[in-house]
């Protein structure tokens, strides 16, 4: 008796979990609190004993095809899927501390900066200095500065403090668009002239 009353009581809580899930959803038990995944946003909901998961295939929605679709001119230019990290110009990413004659200059020359051309480090294997991106969630990025670690389809996107890293980004894989490829040089004279003109600067010559 007592076996029989404990398979029904299974038997109904698997169809209460299962049933009534959407197509393509699954639920894992996971304690108190449940979050939704879908397309890599996360929503909590308390009071909840499972979580809700969806499988999503690469050929699925982006992060950048949701920026493409509001900005439809960055679709005339290439799309590049990278790792992107987050750095500052502090001892835990670059081995310097401000007393240090290099503090805050990059590969380049130039120094660092967030602005609306933010520098980034990049294998210039890949994007050549000067090179200009555009980077869903941080907007567009000068390549000015390489790194030890940074190899292959990697970016290191500049922040000011340790917590911006953080706080701001941490680690994301996405595809970022190419809107100038360098000629594997950028100056302080470039960087103005993005700010002033834009990338339509990119075009005339530099002395």
């Known amino acids: 008796m007592k076996w029989r009353r404990l398979c029904s009581v299974l038997a109904v809580s698997i169809i209460a979990i299962t049933a009534f899930a959407p197509s393509g959803y699954t ?10 995944t879908t397309y890599g946003l996360q929503e909590n909901r308390e009071g909840s004993q499972t979580i809700k998961k969806r499988n999503v295939r690469a050929s699925s ?6 920026w493409n679709a509001q900005n439809p001119a960055l679709a005339h230019y290439p799309r ?3 790792v992107a990290t987050g750095y500052y110009a502090g001892v835990e ?4 501390d401000p007393t240090h004659p290099s503090y805050g200059v990059t590969y380049s020359g130039v120094k660092v900066r967030r602005g609306e051309y933010s520098t980034i480090a990049a294998d210039l294997r ?3 200095l000067g090179t200009v991106l555009y980077i869903p969630g941080y907007g567009y990025g000068v390549v000015a500065d390489k790194g030890g670690a940074i190899r ?6 500049y922040f000011p403090t340790k917590q911006d890293v ?3 980004w941490g680690k994301k894989t996405l595809d970022v668009f190419v809107l100038h490829k360098g000629e594997g040089r950028i100056t302080e004279t470039m ?4 700010h002033e003109k834009g990338i339509a600067a990119m075009a005339q010559p530099y002395q």
Do not use: C, H, W
Not at 93 to 96: A, E, F, H, P, V
């Open 27 to 36: 639920y894992n038990l996971a304690g108190i609190t449940a979050v939704k």
């Open 61 to 66: 929605l982006t992060m950048a095809d949701e």
């Open 80 to 82: 590049v899927r990278v």
């Open 93 to 96: 990413s670059t081995g310097k």
């Open 126 to 128: 890949v994007f050549p």
């Open 152 to 157: 292959g389809n990697k970016i290191d996107l």
């Open 166 to 168: 953080y706080n701001q």
């Open 191 to 194: 960087m103005n002239l993005l």
